[in-house]
């Protein structure tokens, strides 16, 4: 057998192989094609839109409902070094640019040196209280490990971090385009009138995208 025969042969021994692995894959295993699975590769999230969260009362809330809004999403906790000119800043932009069609999302976390340790009840209270937020707080959640919601799993995906894509402190920032699209992430001690620039831009702006600073 000269070369060229043996490599041809070969080949086709190669391809033999390739088809019966696909078989044993494919149609031994049905659930591999199975309607489900499909769905859920079509269903994986396009933007913030796909996400729904529960308020401060335990009730469902659509992120959709933001559609057409800039957002800055932010974890938020109340006894953080940070928490006094966080909630300060936040209020100035809220109150400045929530009739021009911006909203912040709020998200308790206790992960970082259990710094939110309340109820919601009690977190919502001392937010709109002490803090005299008017944006929405929702329910107490996990933004790092094993039982972070879905939500920040997808923020994080979209716009890492420095070195690792978990969240490291309180009032780390994600910003929303109109579209439902992360376009910034920033860090915990990036002020919130720092990003007022970028805020006013995305305001101006229906593109989907955003050159903005990490």
Same mark, same amino acid.
């Given at each position: 057998?000269?070369?060229?025969?043996?490599?041809?042969?070969?080949?086709?021994?190669?391809?033999?192989?390739?088809?019966?692995?696909?078989?044993?894959?494919?149609?031994?295993?049905?659930?591999?094609?199975?309607?489900?699975?499909?769905?859920?590769?079509?269903?994986?999230?396009?933007?913030?839109? !796909?996400?729904?969260?529960?308020?401060?009362?335990?009730? !469902?809330?659509?992120?959709?409902?933001?559609?057409?809004?800039?957002?800055?999403?932010?974890?938020?906790?109340?006894?953080?070094?940070?928490?006094?000119?966080?909630?300060?800043?936040?209020?100035?932009?809220?109150?400045?640019?929530?009739?021009?069609?911006?909203?912040?999302?709020?998200?308790?976390?206790?992960?970082?040196?259990?710094?939110?340790? /309340?109820?919601?009840?009690?977190?919502?209270?001392?937010?709109?209280?002490?803090?005299?937020?008017?944006?929405?707080?929702?329910?107490?959640?996990?933004?790092?490990?094993?039982?972070?919601?879905?939500?920040?799993?997808?923020?994080?995906?979209?716009?890492? /971090?420095?070195?690792?894509?978990?969240?490291?402190?309180?009032?780390?920032?994600?910003?929303?385009?109109?579209?439902?699209?992360?376009?910034?992430?920033?860090?915990?001690?990036?002020?919130?009138?720092?990003?007022?620039?970028?805020?006013?831009?995305?305001?101006?702006?229906?593109?989907? /995208?955003?050159?903005?600073?990490?």
């Amino acid at each position: 057998m000269n070369l060229w025969s043996f490599t041809f042969t070969t080949n086709w021994i190669s391809l033999l192989f390739l088809a019966l692995a696909f078989f044993l894959v494919f149609f031994k295993n049905p659930s591999f094609l199975s309607s489900q699975n499909m769905a859920a590769i079509e269903e994986s999230p396009k933007s913030i839109y !796909d996400f729904t969260v529960k308020d401060a009362r335990g009730n !469902d809330v659509r992120l959709s409902n933001y559609r057409g809004k800039v957002l800055l999403v932010v974890n938020v906790a109340s006894k953080c070094g940070l928490t006094e000119s966080n909630y300060k800043e936040l209020n100035v932009l809220y109150e400045k640019y929530k009739d021009q069609g911006f909203e912040i999302l709020a998200f308790p976390c206790n992960q970082f040196a259990w710094q939110e340790p /309340g109820t919601n009840d009690e977190i919502q209270e001392t937010a709109c209280t002490r803090f005299k937020a008017e944006f929405p707080i929702f329910a107490k959640i996990d933004v790092d490990g094993k039982n972070a919601a879905p939500l920040y799993k997808f923020l994080k995906s979209e716009k890492g /971090g420095l070195l690792v894509d978990a969240i490291k402190w309180n009032f780390t920032k994600f910003l929303v385009n109109k579209e439902g699209k992360v376009v910034e992430r920033y860090a915990p001690r990036t002020s919130p009138l720092q990003i007022e620039k970028d805020i006013q831009n995305l305001l101006s702006s229906s593109l989907s /995208g955003y050159p903005g600073t990490s």
